[in-house]
């Protein structure tokens, strides 16, 4: 019995050590990966713009960056990394770049809210690997149409749209612009024909071209383009200071069409320590003067919301976009 007892101790003891070897071993390989969160950042950072330079997203980005790495102590870059209706670049930072804090992407909400409805065999998912680091700023949206046409209101196109069903085209540059236009199309009873652009630039440029006939813009790209276009309806409660004349949607009974929101968004499972730091830096650019200034050429409304906020706003256009595209019986492609 005795030897029993001495020898379940001893096995007890050989078992506590190998359990205190292995919560130290633990220990010790956590070690690095919490003093490189606390250590936060060590080595410059990275904003991923998913589309091309002198878009929306990559100017609010470089506007940004100087100050972040201010706040931060480290250099901040932007990258553009465009393609495939942003799929590439969002894909990059979700799937590729490590989760430790030192890539982020600038992103369009609508745009995440989006990709799952319309992008087939898409190899990441938006809403979960890309969770917001914070909101950023909002945009007013408009429907545009080439000063060429000779609609020149929303009331006109839509007379002039149902008395030529299946004569007018729209663009889309983006599966968020083609969900918009369901909404304005369907609530308004239209037959229009959907024309696909891969890149904002061409798409914009056909639009104050007259080869399409309207289109979604931002505010900023209807101040490019001036008397090339006459905007029909704004998003937002209220009018357009420089459009006194313009009807909002919720006016013209389209209350749900609406404006573009963006957001800074970070690989899921980064460090909270690393998280709380970019938030602030972010926060700081996003305080200061030259960039409220610079946003507000841009016609862009800072925002500033949480991540938790943010998420928020995201599951929202998720919900409203999904029960459009099921509505419509839109597929992913």
């Given at each position: 019995?005795?030897?029993?007892?001495?020898?379940?101790?001893?096995?007890?003891?050989?078992?506590?050590?190998?359990?205190?070897?292995?919560?130290?071993?633990?220990?010790?390989?956590?070690?690095?990966?919490?003093?490189?969160?606390?250590?936060?950042?060590?080595?410059?950072?990275?904003?991923?713009?998913?589309?091309?330079?002198?878009?929306?997203?990559?100017?609010?980005?470089?506007?940004?960056?100087?100050?972040?790495?201010?706040?931060?102590?480290?250099?901040?870059?932007?990258?553009?990394?465009?393609?495939?209706?942003?799929?590439?670049?969002?894909?990059?930072?979700?799937?590729?770049?490590?989760?430790?804090?030192?890539?982020?992407?600038?992103?369009?909400?609508?745009?995440?809210?989006?990709?799952?409805l319309l992008a087939k065999d898409l190899r990441f998912d938006p809403h979960n690997d890309l969770p917001p680091l914070i909101g950023l700023v909002d945009t007013r949206s408009t429907l545009s149409a080439s000063a060429k046409m000779p609609y020149k209101?929303?009331?006109?196109?839509?007379?002039?749209?149902?008395?030529?069903?299946?004569?007018?085209?729209?663009?889309?540059?983006?599966?968020?612009?083609?969900?918009?236009?369901?909404?304005?199309?369907?609530?308004?009873?239209?037959?229009?024909?959907?024309?696909?652009?891969?890149?904002?630039?061409?798409?914009?440029?056909?639009?104050?071209?007259?080869?399409?006939?309207?289109?979604?813009?931002?505010?900023?790209?209807?101040?490019?383009?001036?008397?090339?276009?006459?905007?029909?309806?704004?998003?937002?409660?209220?009018?357009?200071?420089?459009?006194?004349?313009?009807?909002?949607?919720?006016?013209?009974?389209?209350?749900?069409?609406?404006?573009?929101?963006?957001?800074?968004?970070?690989?899921?499972?980064?460090?909270?320590?690393?998280?709380?730091?970019?938030?602030?830096?972010?926060?700081?650019?996003?305080?200061?003067?030259?960039?409220?200034?610079?946003?507000?050429?841009?016609?862009?409304?800072?925002?500033?919301?949480?991540?938790?906020?943010?998420?928020?706003?995201?599951?929202?256009?998720?919900?409203?976009?999904?029960?459009?595209?099921?509505?419509?019986?839109?597929?992913p492609q």
């Amino acid at each position: 019995m005795g030897y029993t007892r001495k020898s379940g101790c001893a096995a007890w003891s050989g078992a506590a050590a190998v359990a205190a070897s292995m919560v130290l071993g633990a220990a010790g390989a956590l070690a690095p990966i919490m003093a490189g969160a606390q250590d936060f950042p060590n080595k410059l950072v990275r904003i991923v713009v998913p589309n091309s330079a002198g878009t929306i997203l990559d100017l609010l980005s470089r506007i940004m960056a100087p100050d972040m790495a201010k706040s931060l102590g480290q250099a901040v870059i932007v990258e553009n990394r465009p393609g495939a209706n942003n799929i590439i670049g969002l894909e990059y930072v979700a799937k590729q770049a490590p989760a430790d804090g030192y890539t982020i992407v600038t992103a369009t909400v609508s745009v995440l809210a989006t990709l799952p409805l319309l992008a087939k065999d898409l190899r990441f998912d938006p809403h979960n690997d890309l969770p917001p680091l914070i909101g950023l700023v909002d945009t007013r949206s408009t429907l545009s149409a080439s000063a060429k046409m000779p609609y020149k209101n929303f009331r006109d196109m839509v007379t002039y749209a149902k008395a030529n069903p299946g004569k007018l085209n729209y663009g889309d540059p983006s599966p968020a612009v083609r969900l918009v236009m369901e909404i304005i199309l369907r609530e308004s009873g239209l037959d229009v024909v959907r024309v696909p652009y891969a890149a904002a630039g061409p798409y914009q440029q056909a639009v104050a071209g007259g080869e399409i006939q309207m289109g979604i813009l931002g505010e900023a790209a209807v101040a490019t383009w001036g008397d090339k276009i006459n905007v029909l309806a704004v998003t937002g409660v209220s009018r357009l200071p420089s459009l006194p004349n313009t009807p909002t949607f919720a006016e013209l009974g389209l209350p749900q069409v609406p404006g573009q929101s963006t957001s800074m968004n970070i690989r899921a499972g980064t460090p909270r320590a690393a998280t709380e730091k970019l938030y602030a830096a972010a926060v700081f650019a996003l305080s200061q003067p030259e960039v409220k200034a610079q946003f507000t050429k841009l016609q862009s409304d800072i925002s500033i919301e949480t991540p938790e906020v943010a998420a928020k706003k995201l599951a929202q256009q998720a919900k409203m976009f999904g029960d459009v595209a099921k509505s419509a019986g839109i597929q992913p492609q």
